[in-house]
Each structure stands twice: as structure tokens, then as C-alpha cells.
């Protein structure tokens, strides 16, 4: 028996919770999830239902590697609210197959969609480099000749994307980073390459003050917000929805999203209704 999406309660272990935020005519829009991820058991249809429920209206889904990518089509062809998104991670790039880039053309061109999640990681200990930035490079090119969104990853490796973004032809829409977690000093350059910033959950953690900082520096027009589910848990007080895995092991759950917003209203002095106004423009320009 799968443990269940429920509702957090606070008690007096958590601390201070933030109430769900009720849709209230409010739209949210998740720039960034993978609900394909298989720690939901496949229960997407409950997990729509919690989004919709608390006036998520827009998500992209994304794809990491040849073996999600048609079961994200799958969620985007049954559910109106997702924009399925393919792409290689540089995570699994060891396991792409010689037709990758024909099976990848094939499903960005079967159905409207962006491609992505790509990038590049000279973080995670052990993942080789070398054949990151052909892959990147190629599936950027396919989403320019397109001119279909991109969601990249990045870490530990933006002087090397910043050049390589200025010297290759770039979606004329723009693009999105994904989780943004380079420096303030490359936020308006990107920008104005056509870039996007992302904002997690996660960065509400105490800890994180130093991303918040950098993100108060973004144009308003340039700022998203994503709930990276299942990954990228927030801190618990804005955990209106909690996700298990079989194991018990907490996961984000997407309908997180309005109270993450929430979270950075309050951090940049905004109202929710202004910031969310502000984010669902920015996301129907982007992706729609």
C-alpha cells in the first residue's frame, strides 16, 4: 500500500507553520518538475489533483533521459495543465543510445513542448565532463532552430555555460536556469541573453540566505518560481503538502508551489497577488 500525499499539521516540534495557501482566483505556474519521477508511484493523477486544487494552473514537466521521455508525453497528452519538456540530463548521459538525438527530435516535434532538463555539472563527484558540452550544445541547437524553451542545469560550471551561451545561437524566446545558483554578477548578462531565473523552495531554507540575496537583485520580469518535485524539499513550515516514498522518506509534492511562492513574496516585500501575477506573465511569455 502506498503511504499517503497528505497535509502537514503543525505541531509543536515543527515550529511556525505557513497555512496553505488557497487559490483565491490566484494562478500559479511550476517552471520546473518531474512528475514522471517514479518515487510517486504512479500516483500523478492524485498529485494533479492537489495542484489544481490549491490553483496551480501550469507546470512543465521535464524529462531527464531517453527512458522518461514518453512518459512525460504520456502525462502532458492526459493532463491540460502540463508542458512536457524533453531532454539529457549530464547526469545520464552515460546512458544515451546512438538514436538519442533522433528519439529526442521525435518527441519535441510530436506535441507543443520545450526542451530541457540539459546542462552542464562539474559538481556531482565522479560524472564525467567531456561529453557534457556536445550534448548541451546539441540540444540547444535543436531548441533554437525551434525556438522552443530550454530548462538548464548548471553547476559549478557557469563561466564555461556563459560562453558557450554567448557563442552558439540561443532560443530567440529565451531560456530558463534552472534552480539559479550562479553569482549576482552574471545575473544581468544572462539576462540579457535571453535568461530566465528560477527559484526553489529549497532556498527558503534559513541557510540559503545567500541565494535569496541574489535573487532580490533579479529583474522582476526575468523571475520564475519551480518546486523541482520530488526533489528540492522547502523548509517544513512551507510544506502544505507532504510527499512519502514506499520507504516512508519525505519527497516534495508540486502543490508546494503557491506557499514557495509565498515564501518569496515575503522575502522580496512583495504581495503574493503582485509576485504572482508578476511570475504567471513571465511564464506564459517564456513557455506559451
Known amino acids: 500500500m502506498n503511504p499517503p500525499f497528505r497535509s502537514v499539521q503543525p505541531d509543536a516540534t ?116 567531456e561529453p557534457q558540452e556536445c550534448v548541451f550544445l546539441e540540444q540547444l541547437r535543436i531548441a533554437a532552430e525551434r525556438n522552443l524553451p530550454v530548462s538548464i542545469h548548471c553547476l559549478k560550471a557557469w563561466g564555461r555555460l556563459v560562453e558557450l551561451l554567448e557563442l552558439h545561437a540561443r532560443p530567440a524566446r529565451g531560456f ?52 523541482d518535485a520530488p526533489d528540492q524539499l522547502p523548509p517544513l513550515k512551507y510544506n502544505s503538502h507532504l510527499g512519502l516514498q514506499s520507504d516512508g522518506a519525505p519527497i516534495n509534492h508540486p502543490a508546494n508551489l503557491p506557499n514557495i511562492v509565498l515564501g518569496l513574496a515575503n522575502d522580496l516585500e512583495e504581495s503574493l497577488e503582485t509576485l504572482t501575477l508578476e511570475l504567471a506573465t513571465n511564464f506564459h511569455r517564456l513557455f506559451e
Request: charged fraction near 25%; hydrophobic fraction near 35%.
Open 176 to 227: 530558463l536556469l534552472h534552480s539559479y545558483g550562479g553569482p549576482a554578477e552574471l545575473v544581468l548578462p544572462l539576462a540579457k541573453m535571453g535568461a530566465y531565473f528560477s527559484f526553489p523552495g529549497y532556498f527558503l531554507h534559513p541557510r540559503k540566505e545567500q541565494q535569496r540575496k541574489i535573487f532580490r537583485q533579479i529583474p522582476r520580469h526575468r523571475l520564475l518560481v519551480e518546486t
Open 14 to 129: 515543527r515550529g511556525a507553520q505557513v497555512q496553505p495557501v488557497l487559490a483565491s482566483g490566484l494562478q500559479f505556474c511550476d517552471a520546473h518538475n518531474h512528475l514522471q519521477d517514479a518515487r510517486f508511484n504512479g500516483r500523478q493523477e492524485e498529485l494533479i489533483r492537489g495542484t489544481r486544487a490549491v490553483g496551480v494552473t501550469r507546470m512543465v514537466i521535464n524529462g531527464t533521459r531517453e527512458s522518461d521521455w514518453q512518459s512525460v508525453r504520456e502525462l502532458a497528452s492526459k493532463f491540460p495543465e502540463v508542458i512536457p519538456s524533453f531532454g539529457y540530463h549530464p547526469w545520464y548521459l552515460g546512458e544515451r543510445t546512438a538514436r538519442w538525438r533522433e528519439i529526442l527530435i521525435e518527441h519535441v516535434d510530436s506535441l507543443p513542448s520545450a526542451v530541457g532538463e540539459i546542462g552542464l555539472d562539474r559538481w556531482k563527484p565522479g560524472l564525467p565532463y
